[in-house]
C-alpha cells in the first residue's frame, strides 16, 4: 500500500455512459496527478493539481473532465469516450509539485470501453 | 520534443545473474530521473532517483543507477538479481524545473528471472 486508494479498481462502460473515477491519498500531499497507462505504450501524464488548482492539461480530449475538491481528492469524470480510451488508468500525488519530489502512484483503474 | 527510450523491452536472466537496463533519454538542459518499478499486482514504486551531486545513485533492493550526462544516460544495474526482482521496470525522465509536469516514462522493460 502506498497511501493511495483508487475506485473502482475495474470499469466496464459504454460510449454514452458517463461514469467517475476517483482517488484519495492519505499521505498529506499538495500535488496529485492523473496518468493513462495504454498496452504497448509508455505512461503518459494527463492531468497535474496544486493545492486543488489545475497546472497542466496535456492536451486530453474534453471528453476527460478532472475535478480536485480537495488536496486529499482526484476524480476524472468521463463521458462519450470512446473504445480506444480503454486503458489502465494511475493516479499518483507527491508531497509538492517540484520536478525532484517522488510520486507515489495507486493501483489503478482498469478501464474498457464497449 | 523530450523522449525517454529504454531499448530491452523483456528482458530474461537466471538468478544471480547481473542485471544492467538501458533509459537514454532526449533533452539537453537540466533533467531529474527516476527508475519505478511495478512488481505483479503491486503499484508502481520509487527505485531510486538523481537530480544532483553524485551520479552514482544506490536505491532500495541493492539496485544502483549511473546517470552519464554526455551519454543523455541512467542504465539500472544490480550485481546479482533474485527472482523476486521479477517485475516491470520504468525509467522517468523530468525536465521541469520547479514543477513535476514535464515527466516522461520509457516504455518500461519487463524484467523475468529464472529461479
Known amino acids: 500500500e502506498t497511501g493511495v486508494t483508487q475506485t473502482p479498481r475495474h470499469l466496464v462502460m459504454g460510449m454514452t455512459n458517463k461514469k467517475s473515477l476517483k482517488c484519495e491519498q492519505h499521505?498529506?500531499?499538495?500535488?496529485m496527478y492523473w496518468y493513462k497507462q495504454s498496452a504497448k505504450k509508455p505512461l503518459e501524464l494527463m492531468f497535474v493539481?496544486?493545492?486543488?488548482?489545475?497546472?497542466e492539461n496535456n492536451s486530453v480530449p474534453s471528453r476527460f473532465s478532472p475535478e480536485c475538491p480537495n488536496s486529499s481528492h482526484l476524480f476524472l469524470h468521463l463521458h462519450t469516450l470512446q473504445p480506444e480510451d480503454s486503458a489502465l488508468y494511475l493516479c499518483?500525488?507527491?508531497?509538492?509539485?517540484?520536478?525532484?519530489?517522488?510520486?507515489?502512484f495507486g493501483p489503478g483503474t482498469r478501464l474498457t470501453v464497449l | 520534443a523530450q523522449s525517454v527510450s529504454q531499448h530491452n523491452h523483456h528482458v530474461i536472466l537466471s538468478e544471480a545473474a547481473s542485471l544492467e537496463l538501458g533509459c537514454n533519454y532526449s533533452y539537453g538542459g537540466t533533467v531529474n530521473l527516476f527508475w519505478y518499478v511495478q512488481y505483479p499486482g503491486q503499484h508502481l514504486q520509487l527505485l531510486l532517483k538523481?537530480?544532483?551531486?553524485?551520479?552514482l545513485v544506490k536505491g532500495i533492493k541493492g539496485f544502483e543507477a549511473e546517470f552519464i550526462k554526455s551519454k543523455f544516460s541512467f542504465n539500472l544495474r544490480k550485481p546479482s538479481v533474485q527472482w523476486s526482482d521479477t517485475a516491470e521496470y520504468f525509467c522517468?525522465?523530468?525536465?521541469?524545473?520547479?514543477?513535476?509536469?514535464?515527466?516522461?516514462f520509457g516504455s518500461g522493460t519487463r524484467l523475468s528471472i529464472r529461479p
Open positions: 522517468a525522465v523530468n525536465a521541469g524545473g520547479s514543477s513535476a509536469s514535464k515527466i516522461i
Open positions: 493539481y496544486n493545492f486543488k488548482e489545475q497546472t
Open positions: 499518483a500525488s507527491s508531497q509538492t509539485i517540484d520536478s525532484t519530489d517522488t510520486q507515489y
Open positions: 538523481y537530480f544532483s551531486g553524485d551520479p
Open positions: 499521505l498529506g500531499h499538495n500535488a
